[in-house]
């Protein structure tokens, strides 16, 4: 479903048959987090699912305020390899395991 910030998220939920305006991140919600829809705009979440289709990756959400309370919130997130039981440190790339990276791009020959 599309979020405020017009971006396709695979965990926005939007309801807004017969006047209903229910919003809500159900990736944050997960978490017990508080959403907010200036949180899609920055979200890194949109990007991940458009790179990785892998259907062992499980992210999970939370909120952030990077250097103290100078910045805006934004979701900062993890992920987790549930086919190999390993946290993935590039969630775009995913832990490598069903879809090896070539050499080329580790800078190995
Ligand atoms: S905060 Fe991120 S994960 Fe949640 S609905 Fe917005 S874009 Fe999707």
Not at 19 to 27: A, D, F, K
Not at 62 to 85: D, H, I, M, Q, S
Request: aromatic share 10%; glycine share 8%; proline share 7%.
């Amino acid at each position: 479903m599309r979020t405020p910030s017009g971006i396709e998220c695979d965990y926005f939920y939007g309801d807004y048959y017969r006047g209903r305006s229910t919003e809500e991140c159900r990736l944050l919600q997960a978490s017990g987090e508080r959403w907010s829809a200036d949180l899609c705009k920055t979200c890194p979440v949109p990007g991940i699912s458009r790179a990785n289709a892998c259907k062992f990756l499980r992210l999970h959400a939370k909120v952030t305020r990077p250097v103290g309370a100078l910045f805006a919130r934004r979701v900062e997130v993890t992920a987790y390899c549930e086919k190999n039981n390993r946290n993935v440190t590039e969630p775009q790339i995913g832990c490598g395991e069903c879809h090896p990276i070539p050499p080329i791009f580790e800078g190995k020959k």
